[in-house]
């Protein structure tokens, strides 16, 4: 006769356990490194040699509200400052969370600092503060290939099952593209797709001019694709891990753009810096 007796279930109950109570428990490690604003002031002495660069701030706190109101961009060269004035301002901008390398000529690195939309560009030739939610030039130059497009002409290997589908209504999209359109996003993380797939959607898309790093709760990475209006968006967590894989559809991914509100809000903080040092 069979019984209807049921084992208990393997490690659990007394003594599965370890006995010593001093033990070191293991955790997995935290999440950590979140990057905050602190308000930062430049040396005193620095500040006082430095006249037109004080000038330059309050321009620039004028330009940001400038922006926010009409989302137009604001350039200042500082190729004419004087050496100490340029010292203050790159102590005053510091590194925000945002950068990006923009291909090209001249190739750009770009490095927003510690006031959103306030951005730092250098380069051969260039050496300017440019206030926007994004450079301009990053916009002009984001799809002009830096390795070709081959769209569906890409050569297929027998891992290769979903990416064509996928590439089908990204390039739909792109075609489709207005200004002010909502944005069009393809999560890879939730669809099924094989390492061929993604290695025939990077040849069938190309690479773009622009490449950005946005830092904060772990990082998002952002590549430019050479169809139009095509980002590949990546976000990992503080430990490298990838946990969300997207392609967009969009002028500019959101988590680039500084919006009106941080326009305003890095205007404040300016003059706050500029009351201090006044």
Same mark, same amino acid.
């Given at each position: 006769?069979?019984?209807? *007796?049921?084992?208990?279930?393997?490690?659990?109950?007394?003594?599965?356990?370890?006995?010593?109570?001093?033990?070191?428990?293991?955790?997995?490690?935290?999440?950590?490194?979140?990057?905050?604003?602190?308000?930062?002031?430049?040396?005193?002495?620095?500040?006082?040699?430095?006249?037109?660069?004080?000038?330059?701030?309050?321009?620039?706190?004028?330009?940001?509200?400038?922006?926010?109101?009409?989302?137009?961009?604001?350039?200042?060269?500082?190729?004419?400052?004087?050496?100490?004035?340029?010292?203050?301002?790159?102590?005053?901008?510091?590194?925000?969370?945002? @950068?990006?390398?923009?291909?090209?000529?001249?190739?750009?690195?770009?490095?927003? @600092?510690? *006031?959103?939309?306030?951005?730092?560009?250098?380069?051969?030739?260039?050496?300017?503060?440019?206030? @926007?939610?994004?450079?301009?030039?990053?916009?002009?130059?984001? !799809?002009?290939?830096?390795?070709?497009?081959?769209?569906?002409?890409?050569?297929?290997?027998?891992?290769?099952?979903?990416?064509?589908?996928?590439? @089908?209504?990204?390039?739909?999209?792109?075609?489709?593209?207005?200004?002010?359109?909502?944005? !069009?996003?393809?999560?890879?993380?939730?669809?099924?797709?094989?390492?061929?797939?993604?290695?025939?959607?990077?040849?069938?898309?190309?690479?773009?001019?622009?490449?950005?790093?946005?830092?904060?709760?772990?990082?998002?990475?952002?590549?430019?694709?050479?169809?139009? !209006?095509?980002?590949?968006?990546?976000? *990992?967590?503080?430990?490298?891990?990838?946990?969300?894989?997207? *392609?967009?559809?969009?002028?500019?991914?959101?988590?680039?753009?500084?919006?009106?509100?941080?326009?305003?809000?890095?205007?404040?903080?300016?003059?706050?810096?500029?009351?201090?040092?006044?």
């Amino acid at each position: 006769m069979v019984s209807n *007796f049921q084992l208990p279930p393997i490690g659990f109950g007394p003594g599965s356990q370890p006995e010593d109570e001093d033990a070191e428990l293991n955790y997995l490690a935290m999440p950590s490194g979140m990057r905050t604003y602190s308000p930062h002031l430049p040396e005193i002495e620095l500040a006082r040699e430095a006249g037109p660069a004080l000038d330059l701030l309050g321009r620039i706190a004028a330009a940001c509200d400038s922006a926010a109101e009409s989302g137009r961009p604001v350039g200042f060269d500082l190729a004419e400052l004087p050496e100490a004035s340029r010292k203050l301002i790159a102590e005053t901008m510091g590194q925000g969370e945002v @950068s990006l390398k923009v291909r090209g000529v001249p190739a750009l690195a770009v490095q927003e @600092s510690v *006031f959103a939309g306030v951005w730092m560009l250098a380069g051969s030739g260039v050496d300017r503060i440019e206030v @926007s939610g994004v450079p301009s030039v990053a916009l002009a130059r984001a !799809h002009v290939p830096h390795r070709p497009a081959l769209g569906a002409r890409a050569a297929k290997g027998p891992g290769v099952v979903n990416a064509p589908a996928l590439y @089908s209504e990204l390039a739909d999209k792109s075609q489709g593209f207005r200004p002010g359109n909502p944005i !069009h996003a393809v999560n890879l993380t939730l669809l099924p797709h094989t390492p061929e797939d993604l290695g025939w959607l990077d040849a069938a898309m190309g690479e773009g001019a622009v490449t950005v790093l946005s830092r904060g709760y772990g990082n998002c990475r952002i590549t430019a694709t050479a169809l139009p !209006h095509v980002w590949r968006v990546q976000y *990992f967590n503080s430990m490298d891990v990838l946990i969300l894989d997207t *392609f967009e559809v969009t002028a500019m991914p959101e988590v680039v753009l500084a919006a009106s509100e941080d326009l305003v809000d890095s205007a404040a903080r300016i003059r706050e810096v500029l009351e201090a040092l006044r």
